[in-house]
T-cell receptor
């Protein structure tokens, strides 16, 4: 079965520019997650979708970050404008449902460098 | 806020030696517990998880972990390290006291020497 797909794999931008990341979850997975992984730290949840509705976005910096999951499948995460501290790997994950014990399957991530 | 702590940001073992990676959680109610592995430039892959039942959990690639409630720990072990085990390992927890989201430790980089 195909895994979680993400693109692009790498992105370099200058501060104050905008950037968007794309994620295609595993087919049939209702729940989709976006994580931010800063160098030397574990991933931190930014937003969780159940189908096309937001379940948890409490840690999403909403003044500059936005995310959508139209039609309950693919998702896009956008940063506008980017700051230096946004340099990180952005991971997308999916799971069949959204229970606390469910296994999350991760994509390879997008490494963002903000100069 | 509740937290998960991985003791040692770097661990180095010789090939064939025991691997022990430590993880402790802080919640009063035992959470769900996970170990993930991340190889360079790849996403995270689940090694094993504990939800309920038997406290010794076996995972992929010969790894296992034991949930010890009295010690609030979930340490990861492998009897004999292989070069291919070199990677970063993350302990993660979820549950009510963690806001019903997956909360990760800072990770431990495992180096395997030949």
């Amino acid at each position: 079965e195909a895994g979680v797909a993400q693109s692009p794999r790498y992105k370099i931008i200058e501060k104050r520019q905008s950037v968007a990341f794309w994620c295609n979850p595993i087919s049939g997975h209702a729940t989709l997650y976006w994580y931010q992984q800063i160098l030397g730290q574990g991933p931190k949840l930014l937003i969780q979708f159940q189908n096309n509705g937001v379940v948890d976005d409490s840690q999403l910096p909403k003044d500059r970050f936005s995310a959508e999951r139209l039609k309950g499948v693919d998702s896009t995460l956008k940063i506008q404008p980017a700051k230096l501290e946004d340099s990180a790997v952005y991971l997308c994950a999916s799971s069949e449902i959204s229970g606390e014990s469910d296994t999350q399957y991760f994509g390879p991530g997008t490494r963002l460098t903000v100069l | 806020a509740q937290s998960v702590t991985q003791l040692g940001s770097h661990v180095s073992v010789s090939e064939g030696a025991l691997v022990l990676l430590r993880c402790n959680y802080s919640s009063s109610v035992p959470p769900y517990l996970f170990w993930y592995v991340q190889y360079p430039n790849q996403g995270l892959q689940l090694l094993l998880k504990y939800t309920t039942g038997a406290t010794l959990v076996k995972g992929i690639n010969g790894f296992e972990a034991e949930f010890k409630k009295s010690e609030t720990s979930f340490h990861l072990t492998k009897p004999s390290a292989h070069m291919s085990d070199a990677a970063e390992y993350f302990c993660a927890v979820s549950g009510l006291e963690y806001g019903n989201k997956l909360v990760f430790g800072a990770g431990t980089i495992l180096r395997v020497k030949s």
